[in-house]
């Protein structure tokens, strides 16, 4: 299992704007029609990484907590699926089913919205303000496969706090820790 950190996207950066496909609906999805009233949550992630399927439930539970407090969540897939076929837009579909994600499962063919956010790793998070300016980059807690520590997601649970309060997240944000995004190659 490779760990990649994230490149930590310097804050207050402008979430680049996107169109993609919707896996779950088949919609081609705009950032500006998704985007959160008072937040937006971008997660890049796969079908196959450990590191992801480590925190899917968390992700459901964070999701489903704040959604209802103005926040849009939405998680992107940007893996190669021609070497990687099990990040396929099809099993993404299935995969998002199963895992009862309450956010849309974005695929990112061309990986250019992976490489306008910097992402490296799967899981990447970032949190955008209502306008969405990022606020927050990092990890999800310091849960990893393997090393014992429950999964809580307090770490991007204050993040998104924070911002709700209308407070400076003063925490250290630590990048986010998972496997290499499957570039394609050139």
Known sequence: MARTPSNMLPLGTTAPDFSLLDTVSDAVLKLNDIKGEKGTVIMFICNHC???IHVNPELVSIANLYTSKGL????ISSNDAVNYPQDSPEKMKLHAESENYPFPYLYDETQDVAKAYDAACTPDFYVFDKDLKLTYRGQLDNSRPGNGIPITGKDMRHAIDCLLEGKDNTQTQ????????????S
């Open 50 to 52: 450990p590191f992801v």
């Open 174 to 185: 630590k990048p986010s820790i998972g496997c290499n995004i499957k570039w394609k190659s």
């Open 72 to 75: 849009s969540f939405i998680a």
